[in-house]
């Protein structure tokens, strides 16, 4: 029987899925209990029709609610732990994307204030079961068979029943302010059945005999702030950092948004005068202000830039702020001057690893120049940035036409040879053929016709051009026709009975296979280990005397299932594009330390252009920028700081990341993931506030 072994991670897990028919109900109970109070304790009308909405609808679908919670929790967790044992069939799990800045300035009112009730609801959830989470993510990591815990091993965490209650109550098609109040009277009742649930399960294991796994501490380093002395004419600190009178400023969803839309308020009670006094806008200074501020501090604790650059960006904050004034929506802008210099300093820094890499000495005395160049706010201040900006812009900027061009080439003839491959697997007589002859026309065979193709295909334009006769000799269909006497030719069985015929095409068939190859520069080596092969067939057929059936049961066995095939570069198109045969540096860096097995990340699917890679070689590290992604995103072209091309199939990426000799570095630019790490601020501080 191959039944897998019943564990202790089974046996929680069943029960789990048996305590949430249990506490699911009771959640739904205090919910409606919840609303029935805030009614009732309600002063303004408005807020009592609210609330006893809320209620009505959730009394009407209170039981379909319950059913698809339970079964939904179910499939949820199910899924969950398919994705982390590596199942092919599961569906990958989708990572948790982060609040940006472009999507605040997408949203409107009631956007904003269901994210902040989804974020109040988070908070709420995780400060009442963080005791008994702790515990549980330590069971369960053990009895998964983890020396040391991870939380992704947990597939009851609360973000999974937080994700499935909004997909459910998505899938009702409720209003707005129903869910609303909702989320929003739930959120304690919530945190504490599941409070009730872990408790319930750790109980569980601990009567299984299962220890705990043991968590891994990781130090942390907290950043060096440069100290110095304040210029006279400096800009003063926004008020998170200033002493003022009124109280500190806390940055929440609701300020970025009014920011970011132009919703601001024009003065009034509730707005602190830390901008400039009696200009009636001064909330919006002090927020742009405390934005700017929190987007440097976030760069200058960034790891990935070296130490000189993070300390000559914060220089550059007075001159930022001073910015802001005038336009305090700077750094939402891409096209902003000022935002763009940011994008060039930090973006062409993550090309260095250390200090003593070439060309970093002249790059940071580059930045240094840029900084002491907008030390003086002045009313010229906006033509200085864009001085700078273009002089940092131009940095390591090359020609990678010839490359793009070449690449593009390469992908038309790949595309062409899939087609090419397709059409020969139809045949009738393909599915008869020995393994390694398949490969061989699947792979290098197609790309030589398509090759053939495309050359027959210039020449007809150029004979149509210049009134030229029409060249009568179309390699491509010569490579083609040979596919019957190649197919017969290699099949034991048939070929052992007709010699003459054997003998007859052979050479023809030869030959035509070395033009072929010859005219895509494939490399002789392996074609001389495939030519060997076939003639091995040949030579066996020739001197066989077996019986038909005798010899397709002797080839049963080679049979192997064809790999999709990855483009294919000549020999002058590797070199004017920089390609890397992941296929070599594989096997080479086999010979030097282990390939760790992990599944590739697919970073050939997401990847944008900006976004730096680093490749690991056996004798050196590198890095590189991606300039360029094929049409069909088959091939991608780098270039590293000092100009060289780079380029890698897809393939070859996957190959590369599953042996652990590709990383990303940054997948989106430093200050967009800055400003990102503000909106998850102003997020978290709209849940705590609410």
Known sequence: MNARTYTPFDSCLKAALVLSADWIPRWLDQLQAALVQREAAAGASHEKRGFGHARSVLMACRDRLEVRLVTAFASAVHADVARDRGSPTASPRKPRVALSMDDLTLMDHGQVQASVELARLQQVVRMAVDDELITLDALLSAARGLRTVRAEANPLRPDVVIDTLMAALTKLRIDETARLHWLHAGAVPLGQELGWFYAALVRHLEADGVQPAGYVVVPTVLPVRPARAPADDQVEEPASEAVAADAPLVLTLDHLHRLLVGNLAQGGAGVSDHGASGSGNALVRTLAAEVVTLMLRTIAEDRRLLTPVRDLVMQLKPALLHLAKTDPRFFADRDNPARRLLDAITARSLAYIHEQDTGFGEFAGQVLHTVQSLQTPSADLPERVMACMQRMESLGLTDQGPAMQTLVRVEQRHLLAERVAREIRARDDFARAPALVKRFLCGPWAQAVAHARLSADILGELATQHDLLEVRDVPSERYMDILTDLLWSCQLAQASQNRARLVRVVPVVL??????????????????????????????????????????????????????????????????????????????????????????????????????????????????????????????????????????????MDRLEASSHLRVVAEHGVVDEALAAVARLAWVNSGRLA
Do not use: N
């Open 511 to 652: 030959r035509t296979l070395r033009e072929g190859l010859d005219a895509i520069d494939f490399p002789r080596p392996q074609a001389e280990s495939f030519f060997q092969a076939l003639m091995g067939l040949h030579e066996a057929a020739y001197k066989s005397h077996r019986s038909g059936g005798m010899m397709k049961t002797s080839l049963r066995h080679q049979e192997q299932p064809v790999a999709t095939a990855e483009p294919w570069l000549q020999g002058h198109e590797a070199r004017e594009s920089g390609f890397i045969d992941t296929q070599l540096m594989v096997t080479e860096f086999a010979d030097t330390e282990p390939a760790t097995c992990q599944q590739p990340l697919g970073s050939g699917d997401t990847l944008a252009v900006g976004a730096w890679i680093e490749l690991q070689y056996p004798d050196h590290v590198q890095r590189c920028q991606l300039r360029w992604a094929s049409p069909h995103r088959t091939l991608f072209l780098f270039a590293t700081a000092e100009g060289q091309s780079v380029s890698l199939t897809r393939q070859g």
